[in-house]
C-alpha cells in the first residue's frame, strides 16, 4: 500500500514537476488557513480617498514654490557635436 503512494507521488513530482507541487502544496496550505480570504477579501471596507479638490486646498510644501522662483540656467550657447567633429 506504501509503495504505491510512493510511485503515484513520484510520478505527480515528474509528471508536474517539483515547482508546481511546491506552489500547489503553498496554495492549498494558504487557502485551508484563511490567509487567501484575508489577503484577498470580497467584500472590502470602504476608504475614504482625496478628491482634487480636498488636494488643491491643502497647501502642502513643495520643491519650489513656483516657476518663476527658479534660477533658470540657459543652455543655448551649448551646440551638440556633428558626425564630422566626432570623426576626429
Given at each position: 500500500m506504501a509503495m504505491g503512494k510512493i510511485k503515484k507521488i513520484v510520478q505527480l513530482v515528474r509528471n508536474m514537476g517539483l515547482r508546481y507541487i511546491i506552489f500547489?502544496?503553498?496554495?492549498?496550505?494558504?487557502?485551508?488557513?484563511?490567509?487567501?480570504?484575508?489577503?484577498?477579501?470580497?467584500?472590502?471596507?470602504?476608504?475614504?480617498?482625496?478628491?482634487?479638490?480636498?488636494?488643491?486646498?491643502e497647501n502642502h510644501a513643495f520643491f519650489f514654490e513656483r516657476k518663476e522662483s527658479l534660477n533658470s540656467v540657459s543652455y543655448t550657447h551649448l551646440t551638440l557635436p556633428t558626425n564630422h567633429d566626432m570623426r576626429g
Open positions: 500547489r502544496s503553498g496554495f492549498e496550505l494558504k487557502k485551508r488557513t484563511g490567509i487567501l480570504k484575508n489577503k484577498f477579501p470580497t467584500n472590502p471596507s470602504v476608504k475614504p480617498f482625496y478628491t482634487l479638490a480636498s488636494w488643491k486646498a
